[in-house]
């Protein structure tokens, strides 16, 4: 907090009951074993999350959910949500955080067991700061940032961001933007039978003296073939700049590819306004319609927060995986001309020749294939 004073604006450590009074739950489930989501103190029954930065005895705890889930995009199945029932007041207050104490006990097996600490300005649609979230194989769950639980571009990669331990840490995440009121709630995706989150000391913060101004963009939505100077970034200050004041502005697509938007904007001394034009790229691949984040601060300023969408105009290219080749466990292929062991057709059985994928474009045009990916499970 560059500017001012941190202020505590939230705290919740789950050290006396709080459904139905401070927080609503949805899909609530304890079997007393190893089944819950639900607030469970240090040692109970199926927990092995311990210690650390653990505040008190309680927390908040996930493991097996049984309930048949909520619903919320992009997960399906088995979800849980806490969310507080009272909205914080932040008028005049910037650059807020979310930290918390988390911990996971088995390792998670599913990409799509996130915990998520999400938030909603003023009543509109919730965000995403961060959370956890598995891989794909039995390993801990990774951290990430904003909305790129799926991808990672613009945060800590993967494979090497912090990881989730038995033992409680502190993370911290950004709330970007301004309004009049913050809310907060947790989401949890858990439905594997060893996949356990912990959660605890929740705190959210924020910076009693910085400057909140007002960004807006020309449109929330355009088209990939948009072109140069098709879209405007304008900050308007709630009085006269007293010197120039430089804006950093931080872009985030799940491609990268969307746009071209300049890194700086400068309000002049004595101006209350200042504007950029920004690019929208044209690809030439089929990646759907994209958001991008647009971040923009400056010491001693709030952080705002947009987002608009470019619109994908590339078709659907057509490439499908047309063939798998195996060859039979114990086999002895080198020896064989067995036709069944035979996967390229060439006569002959050679081991290292009837293992393949076989990946067909049936385009009538060369395709990109930079940006798929290849998946088993």
Same mark, same amino acid.
């Given at each position: 907090?560059?500017?001012?004073?941190?202020?505590?604006?939230?705290?919740?450590?789950?050290?006396?009951?709080?459904?139905?009074?401070?927080?609503?739950?949805?899909?609530?489930?304890? !079997?007393?074993?190893?089944?819950?989501?639900?607030?469970?103190?240090?040692?109970?029954?199926?927990?092995?999350?311990?210690?650390?930065? &653990?505040?008190?005895?309680?927390?908040?705890?996930?493991?097996? @959910? !049984?309930?048949?889930?909520?619903?919320?995009?992009?997960?399906?199945?088995?979800?849980?949500?806490?969310?507080?029932?009272?909205?914080?007041?932040?008028?005049?207050?910037?650059?807020?955080?979310?930290?918390?104490?988390?911990?996971?006990?088995?390792?998670? #097996?599913?990409?799509?067991?996130? @915990?998520?600490?999400?938030?909603?300005?003023?009543?509109?649609?919730?965000?995403?700061?961060?959370?956890?979230?598995?891989?794909?194989?039995?390993?801990?769950?990774?951290?990430?940032?904003?909305?790129?639980?799926?991808?990672?571009?613009?945060?800590?990669?993967?494979? +090497?961001?912090?990881?989730?331990?038995?033992?409680?840490?502190?993370?911290?995440?950004?709330?970007?933007?301004?309004? !009049?009121?913050?809310?907060?709630? &947790?989401?949890?995706?858990?439905?594997?039978?060893?996949? #356990?989150?912990?959660?605890?000391?929740?705190?959210?913060?924020?910076?009693?003296?910085?400057?909140?101004?007002?960004?807006?963009?020309?449109?929330?939505?355009?088209?990939?073939?948009?072109?140069?100077?098709?879209?405007? +970034?304008?900050?308007? +200050?709630?009085?006269?700049?007293?010197?120039?004041?430089?804006?950093?502005?931080?872009?985030?697509?799940?491609?990268?590819?969307?746009?071209?938007?300049?890194?700086?904007?400068?309000?002049?001394?004595?101006?209350?306004?200042?504007?950029?034009?920004?690019?929208?790229?044209?690809?030439?691949?089929?990646?759907?319609?994209?958001?991008?984040?647009? &971040?923009?601060?400056?010491?001693?300023?709030?952080?705002?927060? @947009? +987002?608009?969408?470019?619109?994908?105009?590339?078709?659907? #290219?057509?490439?499908? &995986?047309?063939?798998?080749?195996?060859?039979?466990?114990?086999?002895?292929?080198?020896?064989?001309?067995?036709?069944? #062991?035979?996967?390229?057709?060439?006569?002959?059985?050679?081991?290292?020749?009837?293992?393949?994928?076989?990946?067909?474009?049936?385009?009538?045009?060369?395709?990109?294939?930079?940006?798929?990916?290849?998946?088993?499970?």
């Amino acid at each position: 907090m560059a500017a001012g004073e941190e202020v505590t604006l939230f705290t919740e450590g789950f050290e006396s009951e709080g459904a139905g009074t401070r927080y609503t739950v949805i899909n609530p489930t304890d !079997d007393g074993n190893n089944d819950y989501f639900a607030r469970r103190p240090e040692g109970s029954t199926g927990t092995s999350v311990r210690g650390g930065t &653990l505040q008190g005895n309680w927390f908040w705890a996930a493991q097996d @959910l !049984d309930g048949d889930g909520v619903a919320v995009p992009p997960w399906e199945d088995n979800e849980g949500l806490v969310t507080w029932n009272d909205a914080i007041v932040i008028t005049d207050l910037g650059n807020f955080r979310i930290t918390a104490a988390v911990a996971q006990g088995g390792d998670e #097996q599913e990409f799509d067991n996130p @915990l998520a600490l999400q938030y909603r300005f003023d009543g509109g649609e919730w965000l995403t700061a961060g959370g956890f979230r598995g891989l794909h194989t039995n390993s801990p769950s990774y951290y990430f940032e904003g909305g790129n639980f799926e991808r990672t571009q613009g945060t800590v990669p993967s494979n +090497l961001g912090p990881r989730l331990t038995r033992t409680f840490q502190d993370f911290s995440w950004a709330i970007p933007g301004t309004g !009049d009121t913050l809310e907060i709630r &947790l989401f949890i995706n858990a439905n594997g039978g060893s996949e #356990q989150y912990g959660i605890d000391n929740i705190r959210v913060t924020g910076d009693d003296a910085v400057i909140v101004f007002d960004a807006a963009l020309s449109a929330t939505e355009f088209d990939e073939d948009a072109g140069p100077a098709a879209g405007d +970034l304008t900050v308007t +200050l709630p009085e006269a700049a007293t010197s120039d004041v430089v804006f950093d502005i931080e872009v985030s697509d799940i491609n990268m590819s969307e746009v071209d938007m300049p890194e700086t904007l400068t309000v002049l001394s004595g101006q209350t306004e200042g504007t950029v034009s920004f690019d929208i790229l044209e690809d030439g691949r089929y990646d759907g319609n994209e958001p991008v984040i647009v &971040l923009v601060s400056s010491d001693g300023y709030a952080t705002e927060r @947009l +987002l608009f969408t470019v619109n994908n105009l590339d078709p659907l #290219q057509r490439v499908v &995986l047309n063939e798998i080749g195996t060859v039979q466990i114990g086999a002895n292929c080198a020896d064989t001309e067995d036709p069944v #062991q035979d996967n390229n057709g060439d006569g002959v059985c050679l081991e290292d020749e009837e293992e393949f994928m076989e990946i067909v474009n049936i385009e009538s045009f060369s395709v990109n294939i930079g940006n798929m990916e290849l998946w088993d499970e």
